[in-house]
């Protein structure tokens, strides 16, 4: 690896911020990370990545100096196997309500003895410029198994999640945790109860030693999840960033 891993970083205790991809257009990724972004996620669960766009976005965030995420489908294990031997250094996984949907996850990120990655990432350790023996020494370590936490019964089972050994945070999905906590009744991803369940289970992931990250819809949001003990906040959706500075150029000319 040129430099320090993301899982590196934030065990050291520095809190990165993301950029979100939803546009399968690769130099899209790679003029977010060019831009100052930390770390890129492509997003195969509501974005329109496929496998392909991911291949190219992964490499084109690398090219940017950025660090690798991508959030899988819903279910979708094998998938998680799949974008780590692209070169990801940290899988998303989406829905994640209790202990056996965390360790099928986790199965699918982790090589044995933690858990059941099959071999193969050779364009992985290709883009850090390691032999595979190297990639293999520091896989289980050095990429992440993050299991959102977006439902009540993510929440009551949220101890379990915490400690199947492969998962190495969670992930705060605060649109569908204010959609399920509420019954459907509302979309309320900024509001204080959602933000006072996401303190909550910040807290919990720091007391079980493992990471947290949320997404934020606001940049004070991304201020906030950080005092309350978050290190990973998505800011930013490629779309909206796109949508922003056209409208603002376009007003600038009338
Ligand atoms: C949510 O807020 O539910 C998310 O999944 C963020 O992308
Ligand atoms: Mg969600």
């Avoid at 990724?29 to 392909?52: F, K, P």
């Avoid at 520091?138 to 998962?167: F, H, K, Q, S, Y």
Wanted: glycine letters at 8%; aromatic letters at 4%.
């Amino acid at each position: 690896m040129s430099s320090q891993s993301l899982a590196a970083k934030l065990r050291d205790g520095s809190t990165v911020v993301t950029g979100w991809s939803t546009l399968a257009v690769p130099i899209l990724a790679e003029l977010m990370a060019r831009s100052g972004y930390e770390a890129v996620t492509l997003d195969m669960q509501h974005g329109h990545h496929d496998i392909l766009s991911v291949r190219e976005g992964i490499a084109a965030s690398s090219l940017g100096g950025a660090h690798r995420i991508v959030r899988i489908p819903v279910e979708d294990n094998a998938t998680a196997s799949r974008v780590l031997d692209l070169g990801a250094e940290a899988v998303i996984a989406p829905m994640i309500n209790n202990a056996a949907d965390a360790v099928a996850f986790a199965d699918a990120v982790k090589y044995p003895p933690v858990g059941k990655r099959s071999w193969g990432p050779h364009r992985a350790a290709m883009l850090n410029g390691e032999v595979p023996a190297d990639y293999l020494e520091r896989a289980n370590r050095d990429l992440l198994a993050l299991a959102m936490i977006e439902t009540p019964e993510a929440i009551a089972a949220l101890d379990e999640i915490l400690a199947v050994p492969g998962i190495d945070g969670v992930f705060v999905g605060p649109s569908d945790l204010s959609l399920t906590l509420s019954n459907g009744a509302s979309l309320d991803p900024n509001g204080p109860e959602t933000q006072a369940v996401a303190a909550e289970i910040a807290a919990k992931a720091n007391a079980a030693g493992k990471f947290a990250g949320i997404f934020c819809l606001l940049p004070e949001k991304v201020h906030e999840a950080r005092a309350m003990g978050y290190c990973l906040m998505a800011y930013g959706i490629d779309m909206m960033l796109v949508t922003a500075g056209a409208t603002e150029a376009v007003s600038e000319t009338r």
